[in-house]
């Protein structure tokens, strides 16, 4: 989907499972094996930093003696390239409920100023058409292997016998196109754990399970999703 025209923009959408919250993601099977979701961690932030020739920390969104939690500094953070400029920024942090813009702002400003160059710019959506090239490189190199993936913007759902293989070609397709290796972290399917007698020894197995997942929501309303979407066709 592009914004405005082909240079922003350009992610994949119309998956049913891009809608989907990602606590519920990790119960998706694949020709009924289980899944792993493997996504590009600070993506956009590790991409700027490529652009400028510099080596990003090893997690950009941990700053020290900072007391905001990770999640108010990656949601500003993105607000901050996307804003046309300071008030905006903060007007659209205060929209989010987000409190303490200004002081946050100076701690980012000041931990990533290597990157400086790219606030208040607007960088947002064309960072969106690169992660959207990454994604349909990797979706097509994945493909040639006999896997099936699932985008969801920057990470992929695949079986999880294909997790080392898409490991690989996300690496391979980052580094080519930015000289950097990229950060990445696994999802994986939830296990139960189970305790089964084998001979005179007790043993604990892990065996991966799907619970109905209608037991799970209580108010489907509040994720405003369909109650198609947990059919057992899609799950």
């Not at 998956?15 to 600070?42: C, M, N, Q």
């Not at 690496?171 to 399917?189: C, D, H, L, N």
């Not at 109905?212 to 489907?220: A, N, T, V």
Request: glycine content about 8%.
């Amino acid at each position: 989907m592009f914004n405005g025209d082909f240079e922003h923009g350009g992610r994949f959408y119309g998956g049913w499972w891009i809608g989907l919250p990602s606590e519920f993601r990790k119960y998706i099977e694949i020709g009924r094996k289980h899944t792993v979701e493997v996504d590009f961690s600070a993506h956009h932030i590790r991409i700027l930093y490529a652009k400028a020739g510099k080596r990003p920390p090893l997690d950009p969104y941990q700053i020290e003696d900072c007391p905001y939690s990770r999640d108010v500094l990656k949601q500003v953070f993105l607000i901050l390239i996307n804003a046309s400029g300071r008030e905006s920024t903060i007007k659209a942090c205060s929209q989010k409920g987000i409190k303490d813009a200004e002081t946050i702002l100076e701690f980012l400003v000041k931990h990533h100023q290597p990157i400086s160059d790219y606030f208040h710019s607007g960088m947002g959506l064309v960072l969106q058409r690169e992660d959207s090239e990454l994604a349909e490189e990797v979706m097509l190199r994945m493909g040639d292997r006999g896997a099936v993936v699932l985008p969801v913007h920057d990470s992929f759902i695949v079986r999880a016998s294909f997790e080392d293989e898409l490991y690989e070609v996300m690496e391979e397709v980052f580094s080519k196109r930015y000289g950097i290796p990229p950060a990445m972290k696994a999802k994986r399917t939830v296990l139960d754990s189970k305790k089964v007698q084998v001979g005179e020894d007790d043993l604990t197995v892990s065996k991966p399970v799907n619970p109905d997942l209608s037991e799970l929501i209580k108010d489907l309303e509040k994720y405003s999703i369909s109650r198609k979407i947990f059919g057992e066709k899609c799950i």
